[in-house]
């Protein structure tokens, strides 16, 4: 069975930083490509981040220079580091694992998803 397990969110000012961490379980972790969204109330679940199975990387651009995914295939982890927090960070964060070679933003790609992980910024 996979499972995929976030954890590191939580309540932080404006400016602040975070980082979130995702963990698998039954699956070949090297073998994927991963990536983190988010969904906000009331929104649709947005695409944040992306790494290939190589390592090749792509972000949103809402995020672009303030987060960073990477992946450490040795603990099956996928992290995501954000500095810089603005209160539109605020939402839900979920990771997800792709069987698709490449980057791959669109959530359809997506084969299996982690429960999330909430990110509260407050001003």
């Known amino acids: 069975q996979v499972q995929l397990v976030e954890s590191g969110g939580g309540l932080v000012q404006v400016e602040g930083s975070l980082r979130l961490s995702c963990t698998s379980s039954?699956?070949?972790?090297?073998?994927?490509?991963m990536g983190w969204f988010r969904q906000a109330p009331g929104k649709e679940r947005e695409f944040v981040a992306a790494?290939?199975?190589?390592?090749?990387?792509y972000h949103a651009d809402s995020v672009k220079g303030r987060f960073t995914i990477s992946r450490d295939n040795a603990k099956n982890t996928v992290y995501l580091q954000m500095n810089s927090l603005k209160a539109e960070d605020t939402a839900i964060y979920y990771c997800?694992?792709?069987?698709?070679?490449?980057?791959?933003?669109?959530?359809?790609?997506?084969?299996?998803w982690g429960q999330g992980t909430q990110v509260t910024v407050s001003a």
């Open positions: 997800a694992a792709s069987s698709t070679s490449g980057v791959a933003t669109d959530r359809n790609r997506y084969d299996y």
């Open positions: 039954g699956l070949s972790f090297s073998s994927y490509a």
């Open positions: 790494i290939a199975r190589s390592g090749p990387k």
